[in-house]
T-cell receptor, first 114, second 111 residues
Framework: AQSVTQPDIHITVSEGASLELRCNYS??????LFWYVQSPGQGLQLLLK??????LVQGIKGFEAEFKRSQSSFNLRKPSVHWSDAAEYFC????????????FGAGTILRVKS | EPEVTQTPSHQVTQMGQEVILRCVPI?????FYWYRQILGQKVEFLVS????????KSEIFDDQFSVERPDGSNFTLKIRSTKLEDSAMYFC?????????FGPGTRLTVL
């Protein structure tokens, strides 16, 4: 069965510092991979996705993620965090994006200190 | 950007009552989903819907749950007899190729 692990429940970074959120997945083949962000009281917004090709994908709001097959990882990064990035971040996998369910990780809450 | 809308934003109900959560997916999308997130827990898949029928459902989606697309625009989730453990945030989503769009969610509180 597919599963997603986000080992960090909370992360606190200073504004302007770099950020890396970890995500590991378990799946027989290479799945489709996603990062979503959820701000308080908001829905889930897609930051970026990986289907195939270049293993470094760029997303919205200055985020990027790198797919590493050998490590079954899809870590999310941002070079300089802004206070508005404080939110909860979810990694998710799907065997096929169009029409198949997403399996979510438990989420990582990002706090940004000024 | 197109968006998925959900109503109500917050629903409070008594245990045993029926609730209907409503969603308006993006108009040209063909796949529709419901997910839920119990407070402090993961977002969990409930059901997917395509071509007017359920295409996949999780073990959470038991006989107390049903979905419907009654009029070609709305997509509803009905819980027939709510239990305390149904209290959660319920997210509707619709998808086109390459991307799922999520609604803002309905917070269901069962007392």
């Amino acid at each position: 069965a597919q599963s997603v692990t986000q080992p960090d429940i909370h992360i606190t970074v200073s504004e302007g510092a770099s950020l890396e959120l970890r995500c590991n997945y378990s799946y027989g083949a290479t799945p489709y991979l996603f990062w979503y962000v959820q701000s308080p009281g908001q829905g889930l917004q897609l930051l970026l996705k990986y289907f195939s090709g270049d293993t470094l994908v760029q997303g919205i709001k200055g985020f990027e993620a790198e797919f590493k097959r050998s490590q079954s990882s899809f870590n999310l990064r941002k070079p300089s965090v802004h206070w508005s990035d404080a939110a909860e971040y979810f990694c998710a996998v799907a065997p096929m994006e169009y029409g198949n369910k997403l399996v979510f990780g438990a989420g990582t809450i990002l706090r940004v200190k000024s | 950007e197109p968006e998925v809308t959900q109503t109500p934003s917050h629903q409070v109900t008594q245990m045993g009552q029926e609730v209907i959560l409503r969603c308006v997916p993006i108009s040209n999308h063909l796949y529709f989903y419901w997910y839920r997130q119990i407070l402090g827990q993961k977002v969990e898949f409930l059901v997917s819907f395509y071509n007017n029928e359920i295409s996949e459902k999780s073990e959470i989606f038991d006989d107390q749950f049903s979905v419907e697309r009654p009029d070609g625009s709305n997509f509803t989730l009905k819980i027939r007899s709510t239990k305390l453990e149904d209290s959660a945030m319920y997210f509707c989503a619709s998808s086109e190729e390459g991307r799922k769009f999520f609604g803002p969610g309905t917070r269901l509180t069962v007392l």
